[in-house]
């Protein structure tokens, strides 16, 4: 069992930086596959950025150059440091871990980028 605690959202101006975290609980973090995922009002969840075990990051078009995914397993926590932000960045942010065949998703924090 993994449980994820989204922190770091809020309101920031177009252009502006925010560095979300997810805490995690469970053994299998380290293990575990992590990602970040977003959905606006209206849209489905797509996908933000993963990052593998390994280390190996995968982004989104949109958000290429300007969000960094990262993982610290020692503090069982992960990443996502977000510069140049946009207007169609706002959206509520999920972290996701996959273990085992299993999604773990945590509740959301809400990030509103202002023009």
């Known amino acids: 069992q993994v449980q994820l605690v989204e922190s770091g959202g809020g309101l920031v101006q177009a252009g502006g930086s925010l560095t979300l975290s997810c805490a995690a609980s469970?053994?299998?973090?380290?293990?575990?596959?992590l990602g970040w995922y977003r959905q606006a009002p209206g849209n489905p969840r797509e996908l933000v950025a993963v990052?593998?075990?390994?280390?190996?990051?995968t982004y989104a078009d949109s958000v290429k150059g300007r969000f960094t995914i990262s993982r610290d397993n020692a503090k069982n926590t992960m990443y996502l440091q977000m510069k140049s932000l946009k207007p169609e960045d706002t959206a509520v942010y999920y972290c996701?871990?996959?273990?085992?065949?299993?999604?773990?998703w945590g509740k959301g924090t809400l990030v509103t980028v202002s023009s």
């Open positions: 996701n871990a996959y273990s085992h065949g299993v999604d773990y």
């Open positions: 469970g053994s299998t973090f380290s293990t575990s596959r």
């Open positions: 990052i593998s075990r390994f280390g190996t990051t």
